[in-house]
Nanobody
Framework: QEQLVESGGGLVQAGGSLRLSCAHSGRDFSKYFIGWFRQAPGKEREFAAAITASGGYTLYADSVKGRFTITRDNAKNTVDLQMNSLKPEDTAVYYC?????????????????WGQGTQVTVSS
């Protein structure tokens, strides 16, 4: 059974930085592409970033491009999301998700396994 656990969330002032981490337990982590999604109160879950199984290709939502960086370490079974220049509108619960079919993309339907989420709050 694949499991994903997010960590690193917290409260930060606007303009600050946070680094989220997604730890995977299970088999064959290096076969999964990983995405980060976020959900603000009263809003739908939205795509933030994704990385291929090899780490060779990344994809970002326009809203985070240039501020967020997704990386992975297949030896440690982790995927990180470095978030810089944070804005109050980045406040949300952040989820990591793993998929193996159809390649990375912004649709949550591509992802089979989800973590429980970690709260990020950016104060103005």
């Amino acid at each position: 059974q694949e499991q994903l656990v997010e960590s690193g969330g917290g409260l930060v002032q606007a303009g600050g930085s946070l680094r989220l981490s997604c730890a995977h337990s299970g088999r064959d982590f290096s076969k999964y592409f990983i995405g980060w999604f976020r959900q603000a109160p009263g809003k739908e879950r939205e795509f933030a970033a994704a990385i291929t199984a090899s780490g060779g290709y990344t994809l970002y939502a326009d809203s985070v491009k240039g501020r967020f960086t997704i990386t992975r370490d297949n030896a440690k079974n982790t995927v990180d999301l470095q978030m810089n220049s944070l804005k109050p509108e980045d406040t949300a619960v952040y989820y990591c998700a793993a998929g193996i079919m159809n390649g990375i993309g912004p649709s949550h339907n591509r992802y089979s396994y989800w973590g429980q989420g970690t709260q990020v709050t950016v104060s103005s």
